[in-house]
């Protein structure tokens, strides 16, 4: 069973400062990795998909590595804003179609 | 372009009733999926529907069923509500499957008093 775990929790960085949020999964047998934002008492915005066949993505000031040998994949965040906080959560899907998440990384962008 | 909506935003049932909720998908999106995200966990998936079909069953108790119409919409239903299925529901849409990117509703928050 795949089981995805994002560290840390939480997260609480000054504004401006650049910051790398964390996921691993325990099988490497996934079709595609995607990093979510949820704001809180919404749903989840996509903010990249990595394909297994993919190393990174990138979108604005988001870059997404995936290593799918070592089951880990990173969100690195730059120049980080206020608007940036939200919890954010990465998914994965296995070659059966189930997607399964993280608990989520929590972040506070302070001004 | 009309995202992926849900109904009703928010509700409050008594153990043992029955609730039902709803999907529209986002337009010409053609798979919808189902998820309980309870306070402080990442979402779990309940099922998935394509082509007005099951095609994939999270680990979830047969209390909890769904349809799909065929202009793609959807229901989830929960039969016995227990104060345990308080969550946030969440419906996803995707083209062709769920190996595409996913689009979330903004979700329905269930209480069971």
């Known amino acids: 069973k795949q089981e995805v775990t994002q560290i840390p929790a939480a997260l609480s960085v000054p504004e401006g400062e650049n910051l790398v949020l964390n996921c691993s999964f325990t099988d490497s047998a996934i079709y595609n990795l995607q990093w979510f934002r949820q704001d809180p008492g919404k749903g989840l915005t996509s903010l990249l998909l990595i394909q297994s066949s993919q190393r990174e993505q990138t979108s604005g000031r988001l870059n997404a590595s995936l290593d799918k040998s070592s089951g880990r994949s990173t969100l690195y965040i730059a120049a980080s804003q206020p608007g940036d906080s939200a919890t954010y959560l990465c998914?994965?899907?296995?070659?059966?179609?189930?997607?399964?998440f993280g608990a989520g990384t929590r972040l506070t962008v302070k001004p | 372009d009309a995202g992926v909506t849900q109904s009703p935003t928010h509700l409050i049932k008594t153990r043992g009733q029955q609730v039902t909720l709803r999907c529209s998908p986002k337009s010409g999106h053609d798979t919808v999926s189902w998820y309980q995200q309870a306070l402080g966990q990442g979402p779990q998936f309940i099922f998935q529907?394509?082509?007005?079909?099951?095609?994939q069953r999270g680990n979830f108790p047969d209390r909890f069923s769904g349809h799909q119409f065929p202009n793609y919409s959807s229901e989830l239903n929960v039969n016995a509500l227990l104060l345990g299925d308080s969550a946030l529901y969440l419906c996803?849409?995707?083209?062709?499957?769920?190996?595409?990117?996913?689009?979330f509703g903004e979700g329905s928050w269930l209480t069971v008093v």
């Open positions: 529907y394509y082509e007005e079909e099951e095609r």
């Open positions: 998914a994965v899907t296995g070659n059966n179609n189930d997607m399964r």
């Open positions: 996803a849409s995707s083209l062709g499957g769920p190996r595409n990117t996913i689009y």
